[in-house]
């Protein structure tokens, strides 16, 4: 008889362990209950842009103009701006979501996108194409001018 006790609990014990390893939404799948849906975070699809972002906070979102420059080249041109402004890390995006920490956005030759509510409280400022930028030794110095004011 008190074998039997010991498997019974053991038995028992082996269920509550892989009960409480269910998730939250598992256990109301298993009650029947599958109305609850995961919310989508807020993003922002600009798929037919590049997307970068430096140091978690500057984004900058590279328009239709510049599609023709060859990766390596917007990616230069991005490094050697990310340590011009004393940064350090640069990376690109697939999509941008709405983050805490991005304090400005940059558009190069691209249009505000609709989802206009994302952007309320971030530093959205028009900037020209990297084309454009790169074109003379004014836009750059005057590129540069412009983001050094902003006290980045």
Known sequence: MPFMEVKLSLFFLTVKSTFMALSQEEKLINLGID?????????????????????????FVIGDKDK?????????????????IGRHNLQQLEKLIQVENISHVFLLNVDLPTEIDLFESLNVINLPSITEICSSRDNKENFLISLFELDL
């Open 35 to 59: 109305i609850w849906k995961k919310r989508p975070g807020k993003e922002i699809s600009l798929s037919h842009n590049e997307i970068f972002l430096i140091d978690k906070d500057l984004v």
């Open 68 to 84: 023709k420059l060859k990766k390596e080249d917007k990616r230069s041109f991005l490094l050697t701006l990310t340590k011009s």
